[in-house]
């Protein structure tokens, strides 16, 4: 059973790591493994409830516009073409959710695979500042761009790799306009946590069964909700100045940490 703390705990660490480019899932597993925590997949569910909350809070015009140009279905205006691109991207990450379902989930119960996924995370970040060095013309969203940022999507499924610093990346190194790969990343967020959420509670016949308090659920709620609210408006900020392959030395450090502890024990 969680203590009050603990439970807290976890919730400044989803409200953090959801949307700075350092990997919500990757940090969860670790903390829960050393805090000698098995939450109920409900509190789980509350924590990624908290994200999507903030996610509408942000975008919640964009997301209103995307949506009465694809019920008009309206295309050709630049939100239908969002709209578009948006749904290219979620069959894509679905696609490589479903492939991949099995392995990706194994890797939650392997430290090690987290720790050099954070890792490659690390080095995924690096690689953008090397190759996007200097002044470059952007380019504008496109299909094929848009079903190639949501692999990265799918592939951010891996616990260590960042959702947000996946897409966000790939658009960057893809040289898509840094404002607009921003806002693409976390609109296809929406589609893929609501997919990801309804699978997850259909997958586990006692989700309303949880032993913990329904006050204490809904204060790690709010948490969730106001850290992840600052969080992302950091995020925006770094992404806007080109600061997001600092984040590269914190998962090196994390991964490297992680791997060694792992080595240690066999």
Request: proline share 3%.
């Amino acid at each position: 059973m969680a203590t009050l703390l603990e439970i807290l705990l976890l919730a400044v660490v989803q409200g953090i790591t959801e949307w700075l480019p350092i990997s919500s899932s990757g940090h969860l597993v670790v903390a829960q493994e050393y805090l000698g925590l098995k939450l109920p997949v409900f509190f789980d569910v509350m924590l990624h409830v908290g994200s999507f909350i903030v996610v509408l809070i942000i975008f919640w015009h964009d997301v209103v516009k995307v949506l009465k140009a694809v019920a008009r279905l309206d295309f050709k205006s630049s939100d239908g073409k969002l709209g578009l691109y948006i749904i290219l991207g979620s069959i894509a990450t679905a696609l490589v959710g479903f492939v991949f379902k099995d392995l990706f989930v194994s890797f939650f119960h392997n430290l090690l695979a987290v720790g050099v996924a954070f890792i490659l995370t690390g080095s995924f970040y690096s690689l953008l500042y090397a190759l996007r060095c200097g002044k470059q013309p952007s380019r504008p969203l496109n299909p094929l761009y848009a079903v190639l940022i949501g692999v990265a999507q799918g592939l951010a499924l891996i616990p260590g790799v960042s959702r947000s610093g996946s897409t966000i990346a790939s658009g960057l190194l893809l040289k898509v306009d840094r404002e607009i790969a921003f806002r693409f990343s976390f609109l296809l967020f929406i589609p893929a946590l609501v997919g990801a959420t309804v699978l997850t509670g259909m997958d586990t016949e006692s989700i309303l069964i949880a032993d913990i308090d329904p006050a204490t659920v809904l204060l790690a709620l709010a948490v969730v909700v106001a850290v992840g609210y600052l969080s992302l408006k950091l995020l925006f900020k770094i992404v806007l100045t080109e600061r997001l392959h600092l984040f590269a030395y914190y998962c090196w450090a994390l991964g490297i940490i992680i791997v060694l502890t792992q080595v240690v024990r066999f």
